[in-house]
């Protein structure tokens, strides 16, 4: 008779260990968070008793109120999310359209392609270049210079291929025996079946619109169009960023801005720019891993 304790690969006392190794990497990777989030809604006297807080002390919503009346801020959070949603909706279209070509291995010169594709990975012209043809572009100091210069990233681009590729061909040609085009499979049937990939793809490339300021910072001069994470970085480094372009800074009384001092805005804003990002994360979480998984693989 075959005891359980010997099918198990460890014994108890190593899975204990690895489930306590992995809870106090949790936790210390949180506590930066939560002290942030502590100190956003804590008086400024008591961040200096107190700088590593994990709860609010003196509770108060000015910083919050601060910064909802910055002008700046608020522009810039506009702009971040205006490119965060038009960008990625234009890197899925352009990413999955690409995609599904590649994944045609009858094409002729489908190896040439797909290394056009793979040489990016490896080798990168530089910043220099970049900037060069983006001038010649017109697109230094304009919105669209933080959406067009990432419209398809190579391993996206590759990681949407295997798993068209994964898809049954079956599908595709009972569809073009119907009398279907290329196009009308990919959209009816290619894309319906591809939600896991296109939720995994979409939420790499909203993140990455999200958390990018090299591009406000090498392409955008004009700090008016800055996005969130540039005015993010400029506030951290200076505080005094925050007031430009502020109109409604009377609205604090004298009370208030002894409650209210720079590292409690730091804060605020950091928790004002993560918070958004972080409400996507659950509706795509089962899509997530299934995503890169089925992609991985020809089945």
């Known amino acids: ?29 949180l506590m930066p968070m939560v002290n942030v989030w502590a100190i956003s809604f804590s008086e400024a006297h008591e961040i200096y008793k107190n700088p590593m807080m994990l709860w609010p002390k003196s509770f108060t919503l000015e910083s919050y109120k601060y910064i909802f009346n910055t002008e700046v801020l608020l522009k810039a959070f506009g702009i971040t999310v205006f490119v965060t949603v038009v960008g990625t909706f234009l890197n899925l279209v352009f990413t999955a359209t690409g995609a599904y070509g590649l994944s045609k291995t009858h094409i002729p010169g489908h190896r040439f392609l797909l290394w056009l594709v793979i040489i990016p990975m490896l080798f990168g012209a530089g910043l220099i270049p970049m900037y060069i043809l983006l001038k010649n572009m017109g697109l230094l100091n304009s919105i669209w210079v933080l959406i067009i210069p990432q419209l398809v990233a190579p391993f996206n681009l590759i990681l949407m291929r295997n798993f068209f590729w994964s898809i049954p061909d079956s599908l595709e040609e ?22 896991p990939v296109i939720a995994t793809v979409g939420l790499f490339y909203a993140v990455g619109h999200w958390n990018d300021f090299f591009s ?30 502020t109109q409604n800074t009377s609205t604090l009384n004298d009370s208030s801005r002894l409650v209210v001092q720079p590292e409690n805005i730091k804060a605020a804003t950091i928790i004002f720019a993560i918070v958004p990002i972080l409400i996507v994360y659950p509706f795509l979480q089962k899509y997530f891993v299934k995503g890169i998984m089925l992609g991985s693989v020809k089945g």
Do not use: C, H
């Open 174 to 195: 009972s569809s073009r025996i119907d009398g279907a085009s290329e196009m009308r499979v990919l959209w009816s049937i290619i894309l319906p079946l591809s939600k």
């Open 216 to 245: 406000g910072l090498f392409f955008i001069s004009d700090n008016s169009k800055w996005p969130l994470q540039m005015v993010l970085r400029s506030i951290i480094i200076d505080f005094n960023m925050l007031n430009m372009g």
């Open 1 to 29: 008779m075959v005891r359980r304790k010997d099918l198990d690969a460890n014994p108890w006392w190593a899975q204990g260990l690895i489930y306590l190794i992995l809870i106090a990497a949790g936790l210390i990777t």
